[in-house]
């Protein structure tokens, strides 16, 4: 259905408690991540479930950026972080028309300055363009400039 929030808790099928949370909200042609760490191995697999859900009901026919808020923590164990590139390669085949992923993230959050480099190089090995934002509102601002230049529509034009 459009528009309705999916979120891991919805997920969950281990005997072991998901840790972190993560939940996904379709709208036209953003598709809005929140996300709160830190995360373990059950809750990376209730998002490949999340993720499936989400396809289940909608199949992207025209490009679209996805804009993530993290919260909390970014800190993941090496079996989740490797499980979360699993779910990126599978992905793939799912989101060619995705046009960039931007993430927003607290200067507070924990783990940052270590984890991003690890998080953006899964990014990167698997093909996803990944822009890194300091507010929430400029996460919005380069959404709509990502797909306004997608439409082909010159991002001169546009306010930032």
Known sequence: MKNKKHH??????????????????????????????????????AFARTVAALLSSWTPQKPFVTVSSWSVSMMTSPDALSAYGQVLQKGRAHFPKEVMNIWYLPDEL?????????????????????????????????????????????PNSVQI
């Open 110 to 154: 924990e783990g940052r300055r270590f984890m991003l480099p690890k998080w953006q190089a899964l990014y990167e090995e698997h093909g996803y363009p990944l822009e890194i934002v300091n507010t929430l509102v400029q996460a919005h601002e380069r959404a709509a400039w990502h797909l306004q230049q997608a439409a082909g529509i010159s």
């Open 8 to 45: 891991t808790s919805e997920h969950a099928g281990s005997k072991f408690a998901p840790h972190g949370s993560i939940s996904i909200k379709r709208e036209e042609s953003v598709i809005y991540y929140e996300i709160a760490g830190p995360f373990n191995l059950e809750v990376i697999r």
